[in-house]
């Protein structure tokens, strides 16, 4: 599976992005998929996860309430919807897909990765 994720961008503070991720090689449709992100410096964190189904979601607090992910399992895509956006969200964002059906926000849980996409936030 080869994950491509785009929309990153500059954004000022209170701004939104809407980031998408392709995936290739096989469907994912029975596929896990989250966002993860690394801002410099720090260590890689969850973002977001959805489950196969789409049903389940869940969130990292930090961005609960301003973020949204969705999938199209008929087009193999998952999408992050970034609303009220912070300077605090700004990180390289990563998509990864991983077997299994229910959501994680666990790394270990994932299987494939994206190049990662950058968003910047200014303030």
Wanted: aromatic share 10%; hydrophobic share 35%; glycine share 12%.
């Amino acid at each position: 599976v080869q994950l491509q994720a785009c929309g990153g961008g500059l954004v000022q503070a209170g701004g939104s992005l809407r980031l998408s991720c392709a995936a290739s090689g096989r469907t994912v449709s029975t596929y896990r998929m989250g966002w993860f992100r690394q801002a410099p410096g720090k260590e890689r964190e969850f973002v977001a996860a959805i489950s196969w189904s789409g049903i389940s979601t869940f969130y990292a607090d930090s961005v609960k309430g301003r973020f949204t992910i969705s999938r199209m399992n008929s087009k193999n895509t998952v999408n992050l919807q970034m609303n009220s956006l912070k300077s605090e969200d700004t990180a390289v964002y990563y998509c990864a897909a991983g077997p299994g059906s229910s959501s994680s926000k666990e790394a270990v849980g994932y299987t494939y990765w994206g190049q990662g996409t950058q968003v910047t936030v200014s303030s």
